[in-house]
């Protein structure tokens, strides 16, 4: 079983706050990504991470930003959250091998209301 | 055309059925492939990755079929538990993994 974690797993929060999302490993894995999901549509990339100090946006463009200034450890913030954020955000690490496959985290189901 | 191109189904089969489902791929140098399972409002899971010779897993055959630019997913003797949607996953020997819709298989009694 992978060893990612993802925090909070439900989250409603209000117009105009701050949030950041986290996402934490311990498989030492150097990629990291975050994806975006609405029910029942397909996974969109919006940032990842090859390693400490590198991050890089997706193909969805995204109004969050992300930190890598640990390993283990890839939060994601919204400065400003819109109703238009809400979604499913999942986070996932990957080895250092070009065909090693993703873990993912369970998610954060973030609702802006 | 996309990258990635899966059948979105659903594709209804009743229990112990068998059901194959491909996913078809637009770059000739893609490099590695995966199949992931994802439940309802869940996070994907890896089910297998797809080797050049094929390779099964149980009930589970995947194989790559590189002059056609296809890999398919064989689910034998379906359980009801196998109800999901599939994902099909292609890496271009980059860093990033590029992932399909999806194909919704519903197992019934």
């Known amino acids: 079983e992978a060893d990612i974690y993802q925090t909070p797993r439900y989250l409603v929060i209000g117009t105009g706050k701050k949030i950041t999302l986290e996402c934490s490993q311990t498989m030492g894995h150097d990629k990291m990504y975050w994806y975006q999901q609405d029910p029942g549509m397909e996974l969109h990339l919006i940032h990842y991470s090859y390693g400490v100090n590198s991050t890089e946006k997706g193909d969805l463009s995204s109004e969050s930003t992300v930190s890598r200034i640990r390993t283990e450890h890839f939060p994601l913030t919204l400065e400003s959250a819109r109703p238009s954020h809400t979604s499913q955000y999942l986070c996932?690490?990957?080895?250092?091998?070009?065909?090693?496959?993703?873990?993912f985290g369970n998610g954060t189901r973030l609702t802006v209301t | 055309r996309k990258e990635v191109e899966q059948d979105p189904g659903p594709f209804n089969v009743p229990e112990g059925a068998t059901v194959a489902f491909n996913c078809t791929y637009s770059?000739?140098?893609?490099?590695?492939f995966f199949w992931y399972r994802q439940d309802c409002r869940k996070e994907p899971k890896l089910l297998m990755s797809?080797?050049?010779s094929g390779n099964e897993d149980g009930r589970f055959t995947a194989q790559l079929n590189r002059a056609s630019q296809y890999i398919s997913l064989l689910i034998r003797d379906s359980k009801l538990s196998d109800s999901a949607t599939y994902l099909c996953?292609?890496?271009?020997?980059?860093?990033?993994?590029?992932f399909g819709t999806g194909t919704r298989l519903q197992v019934f009694p």
């Open positions: 797809v080797y050049s």
């Open positions: 996932a690490s990957g080895g250092h091998a070009y065909n090693s496959p993703l873990h």
């Open positions: 996953v292609v890496n271009l020997n980059t860093d990033k993994l590029i």
């Open positions: 770059n000739s140098a893609s490099q590695s």
